[in-house]
């Protein structure tokens, strides 16, 4: 166990339908990073808060956004939902942004099937 | 941006015999090699990385490699057990305030007992 969190398990939705995952980080840990998991593409980096604020983005879609919060969980909404949006969406958090010793510990996942 | 390539894609060996896993990266200012372990409905796991200071890292029976020049790193397991098989993720990333993982495309391995 990672210690990182994350519901629901499993989300199945239907098409242009808006989901929101949820994730609370490590205790102690500041940093929260978003990854999707497809079969296509492998694990991608979408985007990364630090303390409450934006630090990076990676592939993520303009359809797709998060937040941190003052208790430091995490939400990553994803609205107009494609098929092609169906994958695993995990979270993973570390101490700091991008320390020396910043490891990311992963969560269990969200498992999102659009249909 | 970043490029990691992996290989083998999948891989068996026989219980108590070694696997080696490949990776190599683009980026020259990369210098954090994390290795991870996904087994099947669960998160990657960490289970060894290495940074740019350091040529090889141990821990057990697991060992990790690292080759800046080539910019290539290696995941060595030896006396592979079946509770190793496994899907394998190598990744690189940059120091800096964003420390976003660059994955490679992972090694199903295999473990025969």
């Known amino acids: 166990d990672s210690g990182v969190t994350q519901t629901p398990k499993h989300l199945i939705t239907a098409t242009g339908q808006r989901v929101t995952l949820r994730c609370s980080p490590r205790?102690?840990?500041?940093?929260v990073y978003w990854y999707q998991q497809s079969l296509d593409q492998g694990l991608q980096f979408l985007i990364q808060?630090?303390?409450?604020?934006?630090?990076a983005k990676g592939n993520i879609l303009e359809r797709f956004s998060a937040q941190q919060f003052p208790d430091l969980h995490s939400e990553l909404n994803l609205s107009s939902l494609e098929l092609g949006d169906s994958a695993l969406y995990f979270c993973?958090?570390?101490?700091?942004?991008?320390?020396?010793?910043?490891?990311?510990?992963f969560g269990p996942g969200t498992r999102l099937t659009v249909l | 941006g970043e490029n990691v390539e992996q290989h083998p894609s999948t891989l068996s060996v026989q219980e108590g015999d070694s696997a080696v896993i490949k990776c190599t990266y683009s980026?020259?200012?990369?210098?954090?090699f994390p290795w991870y372990k996904q087994e099947l409905g669960k998160g990657p796991q960490l289970i060894i990385d290495?940074?740019?200071?350091?040529g090889e890292k141990k821990d057990q029976r697991i060992a990790v490699t690292l080759n800046k020049t080539a910019k290539h790193f290696s995941l060595h397991i030896t006396e592979t057990q079946p509770e190793d098989s496994a899907v394998y993720f190598c990744?690189?990333?940059?120091?800096?305030?964003?420390?976003?993982?660059?994955f490679g495309s992972g090694t199903q391995l295999t473990v025969l007992p």
């Open positions: 290495i940074r740019s200071n350091v």
């Open positions: 808060y630090y303390n409450g604020e934006e630090r």
């Open positions: 980026d020259s200012a990369s210098n954090y």
């Open positions: 990744a690189a990333a940059r120091s800096g305030s964003a420390r976003q993982l660059t």
């Open positions: 993973a958090s570390s101490v700091l942004a991008g320390a020396g010793t910043d490891t990311q510990y």
């Open positions: 205790s102690g840990d500041l940093s």
